[in-house]
């Protein structure tokens, strides 16, 4: 995994955890179901909002949906 990669996993899995208060391991070798974890919907907009601000990012209304796990918002910013 490339360096830039794993930072932008461990930046989204730190406001992941954050947002939810539930402590999410960080580091190269992150289990599957980790980035699989979901949320609820109230949680899901603070990650989002937390998200756009953390990677100056913004993030559409349909691409919103989109972001339903750690794995698909790193997918996104790893294009971005």
């Given at each position: 995994?490339?360096?830039?990669?794993?930072?932008?996993?461990?930046?989204?899995?730190?406001?992941?955890?954050?947002?939810?208060?539930?402590?999410?391991?960080?580091?190269?070798?992150?289990?599957?179901?980790?980035?699989?974890?979901?949320?609820?919907?109230?949680?899901?907009?603070?990650?989002?909002?937390?998200?756009?601000?953390k990677?100056?990012?913004?993030?559409?209304?349909?691409?919103?949906?989109?972001l339903?796990?750690?794995?698909?918002?790193?997918?996104?910013?790893?294009?971005?």
């Amino acid at each position: 995994m490339s360096n830039k990669i794993e930072k932008i996993e461990n930046e989204v899995i730190s406001i992941i955890s954050k947002e939810t208060k539930i402590k999410l391991a960080k580091n190269s070798k992150i289990n599957k179901s980790v980035l699989k974890f979901k949320w609820d919907s109230l949680q899901h907009i603070k990650i989002i909002i937390a998200i756009e601000k953390k990677f100056k990012v913004k993030i559409g209304i349909s691409t919103v949906d989109k972001l339903h796990n750690i794995k698909s918002i790193v997918n996104f910013l790893k294009k971005k």
